[in-house]
């Protein structure tokens, strides 16, 4: 099992800068694909952007150019930069990560959301 804790959500105003931290416990024997994915107040939960073992990045148009996604594979940890914030990016952040176990299926972990609001 593993678990993923999400940190660094909060109150910015547009045009500010927020950065949110995922670390991953448990029985870890590798980490694939980590990511982060966004929900608004009344709209489907959406794909922010994703990093794999290698650093290859993914992301959404509407984040492109101001949020930057890293990771620390020593430290089971995947980070977002979050830069000129606008108030549509108000939402729960929720990081995501693939397990890939010794033996048996792959499995697919959510961490408990942290929220996010930009706001004057």
């Known amino acids: 099992q593993v678990q ?3 940190s660094g ?3 910015v105003q547009p045009g500010g800068s927020l950065r949110l ?13 980590m990511g982060w994915y966004r ?9 922010v952007a994703t990093i794999n073992r290698i650093s ?9 150019g101001r949020f930057t996604i890293s990771r620390d594979n020593a430290k089971n940890t995947v980070y977002l930069e ?3 914030l606008k ?3 108000t939402a729960v952040y929720y990081c995501n990560a693939e397990h890939i176990p010794t033996y048996g299926v792959r499995g697919n972990y959510w961490g408990q959301g942290t929220q996010v609001t930009v706001s004057s």
């Open 4 to 6: 993923l804790v999400e």
């Open 9 to 11: 959500g909060g109150l």
């Open 21 to 33: 931290s995922c670390a991953a416990s448990g029985n870890i024997v590798r980490i694939s694909t």
């Open 39 to 47: 929900q608004a107040p009344g709209k489907a939960r959406e794909l």
């Open 56 to 64: 290859t990045t993914t992301y959404a148009d509407s984040v492109k």
């Open 82 to 84: 979050m830069n000129s």
């Open 87 to 89: 108030p549509g990016d």
